[in-house]
């Protein structure tokens, strides 16, 4: 679960999830989850841009 900060990687039990968009409409639900979607996305490119100038360091020596 993200909050929209990149140190906000927050886990939550299944049950959870389900209380947290049991109330929510469909259309608010499908936001909600490509919202998350986009925000995984942003997470996993920044971590491979962070592998690559690690990787770009290393060669240097």
Do not use: A
């Not at 909050?3 to 039990?13: A, L």
């Not at 639900?29 to 920044?46: A, H, P, V, W």
């Amino acid at each position: 679960m993200f909050f929209g900060k990149k140190d906000k990687d927050v886990r939550i039990t299944d049950k959870q999830y389900k209380d947290l968009v049991g109330n929510m409409s469909k259309s608010e639900r499908k936001e909600f989850d490509r919202k998350q979607k986009q925000l995984q996305r942003e997470k996993d490119d920044d971590w491979l841009l962070g592998m690559l100038f690690l990787t770009d360091d290393s060669d240097d020596t």
